[in-house]
């Protein structure tokens, strides 16, 4: 009889699990009282569920890209609400408190200290996943709350505000970390954002494989300053420059590279004739500012040899220049699988035909509506 009643049981929670997980996939957008409501309209089934059914469930009512903070209303805390067994369910679970977005510098710090470090606690040594909004300039509270989890924070995403002149954070300082995104949340001048952030990236730990820095222009006197060895295990870097001259400077400082994503007012060619190979990037891709009106020719195809590429992407740099492309093409000799161009490229339907000539197999893609790069 127990072995039936079990049975039911599972089965039961097998039928709610997929329904939800249905759900969340259709609709990650809708809000996590939508998802409350589903689970409370079958209180009394879920009530009954095994343990581990009720840990699924509660991992599928929290989208794997939402932002989470230690508000009762919201989940993971809202489900330690319910019932005594949900909270001790949930309590139990670390995957669930491996993620947070955390604000420094606005309302009752010290409230706020003790409720996301009562929320980091819950994870019990899991990689954490951080979400920084800062709103000040005091680097001792927050380096306070984060130095017991400094080894733990595997991702970090940092926005600097308007109040905040300079990064109280230092990405050496987390010897986990293998990601870190910055941006500005105000409309402050990148440029001086970006200098005054300059510390904070000039040496990367051993474990940093993504930097991601957007909306914050870094030049190439900042660039040359770093340490060679600074961003030597990067995989993939999405960076923002005022020139094409950055380009020589971040070859040498990043030559593990797998993806490139680089973004700059190109109004000027690069001040180089040495060639610049790369034995290890697979992806480029390459915008012009939006802004500026370029008629220009870019001179990068004429320098660079990449043996590895698969895929190109380019968007605003006006005027393809064809001949040095398929200068670069034949230099290289690289496997390339993917061409796309986007808004604010000028080719020509030979030029095209010509590609699909070179590589019969080649996934060629126009899309002249798209002029950015979504980070």
């Not at 095994?50 to 805390?77: M, W």
């Not at 952030?197 to 040496?203: K, N």
């Not at 474990?207 to 006197?221: F, G, P, V």
């Not at 034995?279 to 500012?289: A, F, N, P, T, V």
């Amino acid at each position: 009889m127990q072995t039936s009643h079990s049975n039911a049981n599972s089965s039961a929670g097998s039928h709610i699990l997929q329904n939800i997980q249905g759900n969340v996939q259709v609709s990650n957008q809708h809000d996590v009282s939508y998802r409350h409501r589903q689970l409370v309209e079958e209180k009394v089934t879920i009530m009954q569920l095994p343990t581990e059914i009720l840990a699924q469930i509660f991992l599928c009512c929290i989208p794997e890209d939402s932002d989470r903070t230690p508000a009762q209303h919201l989940d993971p805390v809202l489900l330690t609400t319910v019932c005594q067994r949900w909270r001790e369910i949930a309590l139990d679970m670390s995957s669930l408190w491996r993620k947070l977005r955390l604000e420094v510098g606005r309302g009752n710090w010290q409230h706020r200290a003790f409720c996301y470090d009562t929320y980091l606690k819950r994870s019990r040594g899991r990689q954490l996943s951080l979400t920084l909004e800062c709103h000040n300039d005091d680097r001792k509270e927050l380096r306070s709350l984060l130095h017991p989890y400094v080894n733990q924070i595997s991702s970090l995403s940092f926005g600097l505000s308007s109040g905040a002149s300079s990064c109280p954070v230092v990405a050496a300082d987390f010897g986990g970390l293998e990601k870190l995104v910055m941006y500005t949340t105000s409309s402050n001048s990148a440029l001086t954002t970006a200098h005054s952030v300059a510390h904070s990236i000039a040496q990367l730990p051993p474990s940093m494989r993504t930097l991601k820095l957007t909306d914050l222009w870094l030049d190439l006197k900042m660039l040359s300053g770093f340490n060679p060895l600074a961003w030597v295990n990067l995989t993939n870097l999405e960076i923002v420059v005022d020139a094409l001259n950055c380009f020589p400077c971040l070859f040498r400082l990043c030559p593990n590279l797998s993806s490139l994503t680089i973004i700059g007012m190109f109004s000027s060619v690069i001040e180089t004739s040495e060639e610049l190979p790369h034995c290890k990037l697979r992806s480029l891709r390459i915008s012009g500012d939006l802004l500026l009106d370029w008629t220009g020719s870019l001179g990068l195809f004429d320098i660079i040899t990449l043996p590895n590429l698969r895929a190109i992407e380019a968007r605003n740099v006006g005027q393809w220049p064809h001949e040095a492309f398929k200068g670069f093409l034949t230099r290289s000799q690289c496997p390339l699988e993917s061409l796309i161009f986007g808004g604010g490229v000028v080719t020509t339907r030979q030029q095209l035909e010509e590609y699909g000539t070179i590589f019969p197999s080649l996934s060629l893609v126009t899309d002249p509506m798209r002029y950015s790069f979504y980070f």
